[in-house]
């Protein structure tokens, strides 16, 4: 039986993951709750770094995933914009921010290593076959 690969393995979507979880974390034990409007654009735009890419790998061809890997990191910089919002509305620390931007800029540059590694395969996926 041949093996299905899942998007789930892919460390990209799980490190967006993890950092989501980190907004989440924000998002209820912080101030940040009481202000709806930005923690809806904040959970929303974390969320779809890790959306993007599962969507990306589920089309099955490697010019919609690569794609899908440029939204996903232009989420990522949303996210990034929105965390200096958090932070200068006062509901997290410097350090915090610091912190999470660091993740951010991170997983944004492993995304694009990603994309360039896409760009050099020949492969277009399954589609395509």
């Known amino acids: 039986m041949a093996t299905i690969k899942r998007f789930e393995g892919l460390e ?6 993890e950092v989501s979880k980190e907004i989440i974390k924000l998002s209820i034990e ?11 654009q904040i959970k929303g ?14 089309r ?13 990191k232009g989420s990522a910089g949303e996210t990034r914009s929105q965390l200096y919002r958090v932070f200068d509305s006062g509901y997290i620390s ?14 944004s540059k492993r995304i694009s290593a990603f ?15």
């Open 94 to 107: 410097e350090n915090e921010l610091t912190a999470l931007i660091e993740k951010y800029v991170q997983l």
């Open 45 to 58: 735009s974390s969320g779809s770094v890790m959306d993007n890419i599962a969507e990306g790998f589920e």
């Open 30 to 40: 912080t101030n940040l709750k009481t202000d709806y409007k930005l923690n809806n």
């Open 60 to 72: 099955d061809g490697n010019l919609e995933f690569r794609q899908f890997l440029s939204i996903a």
């Open 12 to 17: 990209i979507w799980q490190e967006a993951r």
């Open 115 to 129: 994309i360039a590694y896409l760009n050099k395969k020949e492969y277009k996926g399954n589609k395509f076959k």
